[in-house]
């Protein structure tokens, strides 16, 4: 079962999404929050596979309870994916450096959030594909990630843990990676528990900006695999 926190301001939101997420058999609701202090406090009591958090809430926003609960300091890391109504925005890019797994905008279709709560839950995290690539645009063009140059980052990646970052960027999931490269996902997994600490990362979304940020892949060409 997949305990899901939600934290959101408007009530009409927070009943949607407990309806939806609820009457799948795989999923509980196990909290819902009406603002940023109250999920933080939810979070660290009940402990939740996944907080689905709004970025704009009343008191804490969304990324300040994000970085509380994903950041490199937290314990217990709780993964958290961002639903959002806005497209590219400065809190979007406050909350990548936050180290969240995932963007969708609140507007997605339904299939699509639960796709992403399931893969976050699962470990895999969820890249979606139009509002990533729009934000890693956006974002390479107004700052940088981290410290890490593209050559001391790639120097220090192997060349496996290179392929894996490549078709990580392409908005693959493990299983996806692991079938693409014909090895299990635990060999993916542990190549990334590896890689992201070379690239000074703390998330698959992180190292997809720093991928396109520092040039190693494309925005306008995808990269394939092995290249």
Same mark, same amino acid.
């Not at 009530?11 to 309806?19: D, K, W």
């Not at 709004?54 to 961002?82: E, F, H, K, T």
């Not at 693959?172 to 299990?184: D, K, W």
């Not at 690239?199 to 900006?209: D, K």
């Given at each position: 079962?997949?305990? @899901? +926190? +939600?934290?959101?301001?408007?009530?009409?939101?927070? %009943? =949607?999404?407990? $309806?939806?997420?609820?009457?799948? /058999? &795989?999923?509980?609701? @196990?909290?819902?929050?009406?603002?940023?202090? /109250?999920?933080?406090?939810?979070?660290?009591?009940?402990?939740?596979?996944?907080?689905?958090?709004?970025?704009?809430?009343?008191?804490?926003?969304?990324?300040?309870?994000?970085?509380?609960?994903? =950041?490199?300091?937290?314990?217990?890391?709780?993964? *958290?994916? #961002?639903?959002?109504?806005?497209?590219?925005?400065?809190?979007?890019?406050?909350?990548?450096?936050?180290?969240?797994?995932?963007?969708?905008?609140?507007?997605?279709?339904? &299939?699509?959030?639960?796709?992403?709560?399931?893969? #976050?839950?699962?470990?895999?995290?969820?890249?979606?594909?139009?509002?990533?690539?729009?934000?890693?645009?956006?974002?390479?063009?107004?700052?940088?990630?981290?410290?890490?140059? $593209?050559?001391?980052?790639?120097? %220090?990646?192997?060349?496996?843990?290179? /392929? #894996?970052? +490549?078709?990580?960027?392409?908005?693959?999931?493990? /299983?996806? #990676?692991?079938?693409? +490269?014909?090895?299990?996902?635990?060999?993916?997994?542990?190549?990334?528990?590896?890689?992201?600490?070379?690239?000074? *990362?703390?998330?698959?979304?992180? %190292?997809? @900006?720093?991928?396109?940020?520092?040039?190693?892949?494309? @925005?306008?060409?995808?990269?394939?695999?092995?290249?």
């Amino acid at each position: 079962m997949i305990r @899901v +926190l +939600l934290a959101d301001d408007q009530p009409l939101v927070r %009943a =949607g999404l407990a $309806a939806l997420l609820s009457a799948e /058999e &795989d999923i509980e609701v @196990v909290g819902v929050a009406a603002d940023g202090d /109250e999920a933080l406090r939810l979070a660290l009591s009940v402990v939740p596979d996944v907080a689905c958090l709004d970025i704009r809430m009343p008191g804490r926003d969304g990324i300040d309870v994000a970085a509380q609960l994903c =950041g490199s300091d937290a314990d217990p890391q709780v993964p *958290v994916l #961002i639903l959002t109504t806005f497209d590219i925005d400065d809190y979007v890019f406050r909350a990548l450096e936050a180290g969240v797994s995932g963007f969708l905008l609140k507007d997605s279709d339904p &299939d699509e959030i639960l796709r992403a709560v399931r893969s #976050i839950a699962a470990g895999h995290g969820t890249l979606d594909r139009t509002l990533t690539r729009r934000i890693i645009d956006e974002y390479v063009q107004r700052r940088r990630l981290h410290p890490v140059t $593209a050559t001391r980052g790639a120097d %220090a990646l192997t060349a496996r843990e290179r /392929e #894996i970052l +490549l078709l990580l960027a392409q908005g693959m999931s493990n /299983e996806q #990676i692991a079938n693409a +490269l014909v090895v299990e996902i635990a060999t993916v997994k542990s190549h990334l528990a590896r890689l992201l600490p070379k690239l000074g *990362v703390q998330s698959r979304l992180q %190292a997809a @900006v720093w991928a396109y940020r520092n040039r190693v892949v494309t @925005v306008d060409e995808p990269p394939a695999s092995g290249q």
